[in-house]
């Protein structure tokens, strides 16, 4: 049996997932878990990226990023953690409003993120140079008026 945490963890990423679907984005895999870290959903979406030029330098070659005359469109691959919050007011009349689902990303859970992520790309053999990026998608539920309001945070690490 789910508890109610769970629960309602699991109705923001439900909301989450259906934001970046309507946003442009392919789902891959929800909830990648290992003992040391989990990802809460792995999409990918076509996106333009600043083209990649080589000069060659003698017999060094070096590549470095200038600005394009144009600009690739690749596919993105987006690691995304999802924080969930009530709006509600909570036990003692104290208002959960002011609290920031994104404050909830701290040191710890940026590590074993990270370390989750390191994990999928060499299980899944996700080359070293496809683009890809961490995001974080707040999600703020208010049960009395029966709304959420999800916003999404790009590149947080």
Aim: aromatic residues 10%; hydrophobic residues 40%; contains cysteine.
């Amino acid at each position: 049996m789910l508890t109610p945490k769970r629960r309602f963890g699991d109705l923001g990423e439900l909301l989450a997932a259906r934001f970046l679907m309507k946003h442009g984005f392919s789902i891959i895999e929800k909830n990648y878990w290992k003992p040391w870290g989990e990802i809460d959903i792995v999409a990918e979406r076509l996106e333009a990226v600043p083209a990649r030029e080589t000069l060659e330098n003698g017999s060094k070659s070096k590549m470095f990023l200038v600005k394009p005359r144009y600009k690739e469109v690749l596919r993105v691959l987006h690691f995304v953690e999802v924080k969930t919050v009530s709006c509600v007011t909570g036990e003692g009349g104290v208002s959960r409003e002011n609290i920031r689902p994104e404050e909830n990303m701290h040191y710890h859970k940026i590590r074993r993120f990270s370390r989750a992520v390191q994990t999928y790309m060499d299980e899944r053999r996700v080359s070293c140079e496809t683009p890809f990026q961490v995001d974080l998608v707040t999600v703020r539920i208010d049960y009395r008026k029966r709304v959420g309001r999800v916003e999404m945070l790009e590149k947080i690490f």
